[in-house]
Every structure is written in C-alpha cells, then in structure tokens.
C-alpha cells in the first residue's frame, strides 16, 4: 500500500497507515531451498489427503526419503495455512470469538449469482519461494469472480479484493468464509456489515461447508500450478490470469452439469437484473 511514485514521503505515508517504518523496510528471511520442497510435497498431498496431520505427514515426507521432525513440519504447515481436516472441539483464540458466525447455506437453495460468494485463500507453491492465491468464486455459477496474488494472508488483502468485487459485480446477498484469522478479525466483519452483506462461515473442521472453492482451488493447483513451475511472480499472475479465463469461459463443470461458468453466470444474472427492473 506504500507508493514510491507520489510525492509522500515514505515516513507520511506509514504514519497514515497506521504502521511502523520498520516493519515497511523489514525483509523477512525467506525459506530454504529443501523447506520450499517440503511445503510444494505437503501441498500436492495435502489435496489428496486433507485429512492427514502433523504426524501423518511426517510419515509421508519419510516414504517420500525426507527424514524432518515434527515441529518443522508443523510450522511449514501452518505458514502454508494448511490445516488437517477433522471433527474437534471448538477451540477458538481468545479475542477472535466475537468474530465468528454461522454457517448460513445449509440446506438453502441457491439459484441466482450474486446470491453466495465464497472466498478463501491458499498457499502457491514456486520454484523458489511462495505466494498465496486468493479466490473469490460465485457459488451458483462456479465463477471466479475474482482473484489475487500476495506475499501475506492478512485480513487486508481479503477486503481489498471484495471491495473490488463489489464496485465491478455489485454485493452479493451472503459471502462465505472459513474460521481463519483473516475472517475472524474485526476489518472483515466491519466491511461485510457496512456493505449490509450476510455472514457466512463454515463449522470448525468441516470439509464440505466450503467446497465449491475448495475444489476450485485443486482444480487450480492440478491443471495449473504443479504443470507450469516458475519462480517469476509476474510470470505466476500471467498464467493464473489466462488459466482463470479458461476456468471460466471454457472448461465445462461436472457441478454445473458440465456447463460454462461465465454463460450461467452471465445468462442468469441478466435475467434477474431485467425481472428486477420490471418490479420496479
């Protein structure tokens, strides 16, 4: 959010964002090489198998000749926001509970765009670091509506991509969300009630609450990211953007009865638009 091409001096420009200057010129230490290979095997394994935890993939890793500890693993995977999928008890952190809302799309039918979006967000691998993919997709046409690439998975992001969403789609009725911290946080639910947007979050360790963008982002990963490995990260957007154009104009959906999602989208959002104008 820092510009270097605006006549704010850099000093300003972190005071009105409320942030310390040492952290705009801090540079974290990147992984090594042998972890970022760790990470790209958890990931690919991972969509596989979501239920497999620290232990279980530190299994995996030793089949795979990787001989690492259980607490290496259990940090890669948390910095890769990668989490076992099982039921447990509700655990939250203290601070982020007031934060937290119900699943809403329980047996709802939903039968327009615009009616549910779901977002989330996941660890890309790259031939020499990472980034992380952000996704927001209609939940009636299987759309991507929108996407982001950025170097962290804090809230901010996550808001930045659904104002824009909102300026170039309009709102939607409901956005769907897991329990991460960057939905649980008080710049997520304060921007989603302004807008009058309904929250929805899916239940602790509950694999299909989300699964429309879950499988979005497996989709994703296997026709995409582990076929073209890069370590250019304008390269990475490049692709993402032309693979995302064929997501969503060319490849037919199984979950949509092997249709286009744009033609859904489009077809059925102009419908509601004109049924709109009518009753008005």
């Known amino acids: 959010m820092v510009n270097l091409k605006t006549n704010i001096s850099i000093r300003k420009q972190c005071s009105l964002l409320s942030i310390s200057r040492g952290s705009y010129y801090f540079k974290p230490k990147?992984?090594?090489?042998?972890?970022?290979?760790?990470?790209?095997?958890?990931?690919?394994?991972?969509?596989?198998?979501?239920?497999?935890?620290?232990?279980?993939?530190?299994?995996?890793?030793?089949?795979?000749?990787?001989?690492?500890?259980?607490?290496?693993?259990?940090?890669?995977?948390?910095?890769?926001?990668?989490?076992?999928?099982?039921?447990?008890?509700?655990?939250?952190?203290l601070g982020l509970t007031k934060y937290i809302h119900p699943y809403l799309l329980r047996n709802m039918n939903i039968i327009r765009p615009n009616q549910v979006w779901a977002i989330d967000i996941s660890y890309i691998p790259m031939k020499r670091g990472f980034m992380y993919l952000t996704v927001v997709v209609d939940w009636y046409s299987r759309k991507i509506i929108g996407w982001q690439l950025s170097n962290t998975m804090e809230a901010e992001t996550q808001t930045e991509?659904?104002?824009?969403?909102?300026?170039?789609?309009?709102?939607?009725?409901?956005?769907?969300?897991?329990?991460?911290?960057?939905?649980?946080?008080?710049?997520?639910?304060?921007?989603?009630?302004?807008?009058?947007?309904?929250?929805?979050?899916?239940?602790?360790?509950?694999a299909t609450?989300?699964?429309?963008?879950?499988?979005?982002?497996?989709?994703?990963?296997?026709?995409?990211i582990y076929l073209n490995p890069t370590d250019k990260v304008k390269e990475l957007k490049k692709g993402l953007g032309k693979y995302i154009t064929y997501f969503n104009t060319m490849r037919p959906h199984q979950g949509i009865e092997r249709k286009i999602p744009v033609n859904i989208y489009k077809n059925k959002h102009q419908l509601s638009t004109k049924k709109a104008k009518l009753v008005v």
Not at 180 to 203: A, F, H, P, R
Not at 209 to 224: G, L, P
């Open 209 to 224: 609450d989300n699964a429309i963008v879950e499988r979005t982002f497996r989709t994703i990963k296997q026709e995409y």
């Open 30 to 93: 990147s992984e090594s090489a042998e972890n970022l290979t760790i990470m790209e095997l958890m990931d690919a394994h991972h969509l596989k198998h979501p239920y497999k935890g620290v232990l279980q993939m530190q299994d995996f890793l030793k089949m795979e000749g990787i001989h690492t500890n259980e607490k290496r693993v259990r940090r890669l995977l948390r910095k890769m926001g990668i989490e076992a999928i099982y039921p447990k008890r509700n655990l939250s952190k």
């Open 161 to 206: 991509i659904i104002k824009r969403m909102i300026a170039k789609y309009g709102k939607p009725e409901i956005i769907n969300s897991d329990q991460g911290s960057q939905y649980t946080s008080k710049i997520w639910v304060d921007l989603l009630k302004e807008q009058s947007i309904k929250i929805s979050m899916d239940g602790k360790g509950r």
